[in-house]
């Protein structure tokens, strides 16, 4: 079993709890004349905590992130799973029922953009979106269903496409309850939410999923945010996970009041058109936002002693309508009536992937799997821009119909030369076809076509005393926004424009060490590069893509797992980056909101008798507002707190405390120009805030059935 391990580490498209609990023993083992038979293949899943031993990843950077873990600690919000990732940072500038703002590897990843999301083999990002390139909205998720994270760092996996530069990650719902629950939850602000699951087993193998959420929440506004969600699920899976399929329908429903950044000079004044003005106000408390998903997607996989083969497929329709107003009042000859926009879209998504890995029979002379990969997504998008004051259209700036078509095809090697020395060889080709009417400016209407060939290179040294040293390379890419591909008219200036390319390539080099030289400690360095031909910069109050300079980061980051014994978990992550623009504006070279530093330590302590409890810490540093570092945002430090208590074995009573020290940080901080009323005509540049939650208490009670 320990050689069959190895050959399934060396598939991309074997799931990884498949083979956790393998690790023992591998090393030791003659890779070559191995043949697999079925009858050897168990299928094991994982309720644990991280599946991230030696021997089990192709980087440093690489992991997977169990149940375990991800339903142990406190969560503000769904897409907050993602803070399980080492380095990466999830926020919110806005409501509560928006996409979060996500920050990885000295980057601001806006609502998505270079950083790719999936669930159950379902993208998430969103291109050519109507509030921002590579949109991931990610609260339709129900935590408690989350079987594990996979997540992948840089631009090295041929299986990753568009938005994967700075990383993926592979969210996984289970397939199979241990019991049916339902949950009641209880906060401060109007908080309310009722979550409750239930598992038929329909005969032998296969088995039914039903799931229902409902959330109401007022958040610590002055306006109310007035947060209502809806969210459903139905799975059915058959089989297991190496032989079997699932598919999985979702309906989520969403509206709320969104309280945007403030100006740092309103906080200083104190007052605003003769009223009390503080950090929790709003200065257009009409902007808001309501949304619907639904979607039908599934996964089918079959392995055999020669391959294994796997095919997804989904369909989606979302639309989203968005009222935001950041400036203010900045042009009162084209707005008069002030600054707010409406954004809005309807769109429908239709895609699918396919692979085959071929296994190396016992006549080889060295342990080898090759894969073929194509992976096919058409939007179909109906999506536009508005002027509007108090939600009410005042003029129609933009409307356009998309189509967008992705193609990609990918080729691997994986190559097993000697038990300590192991090669990953990928080359990814991708081809986009954007077609865009303009329905307001024919100007803007037209059709292009790009492609990209990606290479990949990775190689694996080791182990060693349990330690293995990993070099990777590879090229990747993110695609601009349609609109901005064809542009030849800005469409509020009524100028020319140059339209923008449609891919952009991105570059990365990794160098990393995981080790378990010390007993129950699981370790990880990556000292890694990432180059970009251009920053993607987004106009929302144009509906328009900008092709922005070069840039360059360089960073390292360490994780390391501790499990000293059966009843305690810790955490602790750190990451530091220096991101740069790479050409020499005078303007200064530093890129605005590139996070430097971040850091997570939590402890978790599990199962002392009826209680268990987890505290975590997380830090984000400084960042630069401004090319020139000028103007900074604040470093903020935010703890939370979960304390659990089986009343009996089938009740289960858990305190979340948000915010734990009460700490006053920001959520997000931008410097830009915007005019209040009374401000001169040209508009004052300045520090723009949206404040993290002060301290929250929320009380669950769980019942199993």
């Not at 955490?571 to 980056?577: G, L, N, V």
């Not at 979960?642 to 959520?667: A, E, Q």
């Amino acid at each position: 079993m320990s050689m069959l391990f190895r050959t399934f580490r060396a598939s991309k498209h074997c799931l990884p709890w498949l083979v956790a609990g393998l690790v023992t023993g591998v090393h030791a083992q003659n890779l070559t004349g191995l043949k697999v038979s079925q009858a050897q293949i168990q299928d094991i899943e994982i309720y644990g905590h991280y599946d991230n031993a030696v021997g089990s990843t192709e980087s440093a950077s690489k992991g997977v992130i169990g149940s375990e873990v991800l339903v142990s600690r406190a969560l503000l919000r769904p897409g907050e799973i993602l803070e399980y990732i080492p380095g990466m940072v999830v926020t919110q500038h806005s409501g509560d029922g928006k996409a979060n703002q996500y920050f990885l590897r000295g980057m601001n990843l806006d609502h998505g953009t270079d950083f790719a999301t999936s669930l159950n083999g379902m993208p998430i990002n969103m291109p050519s979106h109507a509030h921002g390139q590579g949109y991931t909205d990610l609260n339709f998720l129900i935590p408690e269903l989350v079987n594990k994270v996979q997540y992948n760092k840089g631009p090295y996996y041929a299986e990753s496409g568009d938005f994967s530069s700075a990383g993926s990650a592979q969210i996984a719902y289970r397939t199979q309850l241990k019991e049916p629950f339902a949950e009641w939850s209880l906060g401060r602000n109007g908080y309310q939410r009722v979550v409750a699951a239930n598992t038929i087993t329909l005969n032998e193998d296969t088995r039914l999923i039903s799931a229902l959420e409902r959330m109401n929440n007022n958040g610590p506004w002055r306006t109310p945010e007035g947060l209502r969600k809806t969210n459903a699920l139905l799975s059915l899976a058959q089989g297991t996970a190496s032989n079997g399929w699932s598919s999985f329908f979702s309906a989520y429903q969403a509206h709320w009041n969104a309280t945007d950044q403030v100006p740092s000079r309103l906080l200083a004044q104190g007052q605003y058109l003769g009223q009390e003005f503080g950090l929790f106000d709003a200065v257009d408390p009409s902007d808001g936002a309501k949304t619907n998903r639904y979607s039908l997607s599934g996964e089918w996989q079959a392995l055999n002693k020669e391959h294994i083969d796997k095919m997804n497929w989904y369909g989606i329709y979302s639309d989203l309508n968005i009222f935001s107003n950041f400036t203010y009042l900045t042009d009162p000859i084209l707005r008069p009536y002030g600054d707010q926009i409406e954004q809005f879209e309807k769109r429908n998504v239709l895609g699918a992937a396919l692979s085959r890995s071929w296994l190396s029979d016992e006549q080889a002379s060295h342990l080898f799997v090759n894969t073929l990969g194509l992976q096919l997504r058409q939007d179909t998008i109906h999506l536009g821009l508005n002027n509007t004051a108090q939600r009410s259209v005042m003029q129609n700036v933009r409307n356009d119909d998309v189509k967008q078509l992705q193609i990609g095809v990918y080729a691997e090697n994986e190559m097993y030369w000697q038990e300590w020395l192991k090669t990953i060889a990928g080359l990814r080709f991708d081809h986009f076809n954007f077609q865009v009417n303009s329905l307001l400016l024919p100007q803007n209407s037209g059709a292009k076509q790009n492609a990209k060939l990606s290479p990949k290179f990775s190689l694996i040294l080791g182990p060693w005393q349990r330690t293995e040293i990993f070099f990777n390379h590879g090229q990747g890419f993110h695609s601009n926004d349609a609109r901005g591909v064809v542009a030849k008219v800005d469409p509020v200036s009524k100028q020319a424009v140059d339209s923008v390319p449609g891919l952009i390539a991105s570059m990365g080099q990794e160098i990393g060490l995981k080790t378990q030289a010390l007993k129950n400690l699981q370790s990880t360095l990556a000292i890694w590069r990432l180059r970009f031909d251009s920053e993607l910069f987004y106009s929302g109050e144009s509906g328009t893509t900008q092709a922005g300079r070069p840039s360059e980061r360089r960073g390292v980051e360490m994780a390391h797992h501790f499990t000293p014994g059966d009843h305690w978990l810790l955490d602790a992550t750190f990451a530091w980056t220096k991101a740069r623009y790479s050409d020499n504006d005078p303007a200064g070279n530093f890129i605005p909101n590139a996070v430097d530093k971040v850091a997570n330590l939590s402890v978790t302590a599990r199962d002392f008798g009826p209680w268990s409890g987890s505290v975590g810490v997380r830090y984000i540093g400084p960042a630069a507002l401004i090319e020139n570092n000028s103007v900074q945002s604040a470093p903020s430090v935010t703890a939370n707190l979960r304390v659990s208590k089986k009343i009996n074995p089938s009740t289960l009573v858990t305190l979340d405390v948000l915010n734990l020290l009460n700490r006053h940080n920001n959520d997000i901080a931008y410097y830009y120009n915007s005019r209040l009323n009374g401000e001169p005509m040209s508009g004052v540049d300045d520090l723009h805030l949206h404040p993290s939650e002060l301290r929250t208490f929320r009380l669950s009670t769980k019942i199993k059935f």
